[in-house]
């Protein structure tokens, strides 16, 4: 197999592209993926200062080097979650990056900061540990990005992630989430700009960018995550991506071309009912932010 773009050895075969590529090629291919993903979405701009969402596997560190190979100024930020053996494993990993490449890492631990680790928080609110853990993300990672300063918040999810989420969106017409599926997602009072400059690339080409650099990442999916939909859906797209090489990027890509625009109302509406949380001062459509609440019911559960 000859690398498409110069002929030499490949490494890696990209159905999808119809293309197989050598080492280099195919490090270059994943940085002008992300340099386009982020010219024709407007994410952030060289001058802009970016906050990475890290979690020690192999998309957030993937993201983190190529947008710092692209000249942009990251840093990263670690939230530990308190699962057990996996967090700690996890934050090894980013540290070992971070170090590693002489990078500022943020560590900001759920445990220590607000008394609670995410299964205590799923127990006590009957929510499922990844909805307990969504939300605190959400809420802790815009906090990190405001506090220190970040016009930019970017996070690792990749095509195989967007499509997923899509797919789960469209099965039962989530039109809210929806309409704020994007690839950026503005600054508005209260909240960073959100942006995900991995949705051009799979994971099996993240995956391949750590192994090919160098990257050491953890492999073990959070234990939290077995059985859930998201990884269901995964496996449907994926089992459609092998008898028809493309059809996911068409399903994701398409819907941001031609259903994004339809449901900028939709978007815009949900925008404007956000207030702020009488606690803590975080954008809230309630009284109460999410996140307060699951702090107050895991206290008073405890
Ligand atoms: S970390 Fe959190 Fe994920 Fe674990 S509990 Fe679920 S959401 S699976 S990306
Ligand atoms: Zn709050």
Known sequence: MKCKPCGAEAVIELR?????????????HCREQVRRAISSHRM??????????????????????VLRDLGYQADGVYLGLGIADYSDASRDYAEKYAAGKGATLHVVDIPT????????????????PCSACGLSKRHLLN????????????????????????????????VGYLARQRPVLEETAGFAR???????????ETAAYCLLTGIDYIVDECPMAAGNRHLRYKETLNELEIKSPGIKSAFYFQFLER?????????????DLVGECARCGAPSSAEICAFCKLVEKTAAAS
């Open 143 to 174: 906090k990190a990005a405001l506090d220190g300063g970040y016009k930019v918040l970017a996070t690792g999810h990749n095509l195989d992630d967007e499509a997923a989420v899509l797919f789960g969106n469209v099965m039962q017409w989530q």
């Open 259 to 271: 259903m994004l625009p339809v449901l900028d109302d939709v978007a815009d509406a949900e925008r």
């Open 44 to 65: 952030m701009g060289h001058s802009e200062r970016v906050l990475v969402a890290i979690s020690g596997g192999k998309d957030s560190l993937a993201v983190w080097d």
């Open 194 to 204: 959100r942006v995900k400059p991995l949705i051009r690339l799979s994971e099996r």
């Open 113 to 128: 900061e607000h008394g609670f680790a995410i299964p205590d928080a799923a127990r006590a609110t009957k929510r499922v």
């Open 16 to 28: 999808r592209h119809r293309a197989a590529f050598c080492r280099e090629c195919f490090l270059h």
